[in-house]
């Protein structure tokens, strides 16, 4: 079983994630504008790729462990209804997407996870690039021609189903026993960010 290491940029965060297998977990790019909405908050150069896509791997909660510094893990989200976005309060760093505590899903935004484990041998291909059509500039056409979205979300959906039958969507290193947020979000609107960017 491999370990994969997981720090903040500046350290303070620290924690590993166990991946059986690059097959365990599923590595995307997506191009959503929540996701570049949620880049633009923290530090844009630095999380997005050259096309403005957010490099993830999704994994089962259980998956993941923080062994130092959790404390400095804040949460905001998009809308009320929107995905938990967790980053470090200390840098910055984007360190995760999830979805309510009953969905057993992990989104890790590749930034956090260390250099030398942020490889195909250790993460996998890129199995899909999701909402190509918010990529700027456009993907590449062998990019597009290739791309399998359909296939990688029956994937997600098999592997949530999977982690939730199997108990692996307990302990969340994001949520207590009780099901709460182990930090507060804030909610931040879209509408204000689309403001924002015009000031």
């Not at 290491?5 to 790019?29: D, H, T, Y």
């Not at 108990?167 to 509408?191: A, C, L, Y």
């Amino acid at each position: 079983m491999a370990t994969i290491q997981l720090r903040c940029e500046c350290g303070k965060i620290q924690g590993k994630a166990e991946v059986p297998a690059p097959s365990s977990g599923n590595r995307v790019v997506c191009y959503c504008k929540d996701c570049q909405a949620f880049a633009e908050q923290l530090s844009p150069e630095r999380i997005l790729t050259a096309h403005r896509g957010t490099a993830i791997f999704q994994l089962s909660p259980a998956s993941v462990q923080w062994t130092n510094g959790s404390e400095h893990i804040r949460c905001l989200r998009l809308s009320p209804e929107g995905l938990f976005r967790w980053y470090a309060g200390c840098c910055k760093t984007p360190i995760a997407n999830t979805l309510k505590p009953g969905f057993p899903f992990v989104g890790l935004i590749e930034k956090v996870i260390s250099a030398q484990d942020r490889t195909e041998e250790r993460l996998g291909p890129v199995r899909a690039h999701a909402y190509p059509q918010h990529a700027n500039p456009p993907l590449p056409e062998d990019i597009l021609r290739n791309n399998r979205v359909w296939p990688m979300m029956i994937r997600v959906l098999l592997k949530i189903l999977g982690w939730k039958l199997t108990g692996k969507g307990r302990p969340n290193p994001f949520f207590d026993r009780h099901s709460q947020p182990m930090s507060q979000p804030e909610i931040v609107s879209t509408k204000k960010l689309k403001h924002d960017e015009t000031l």
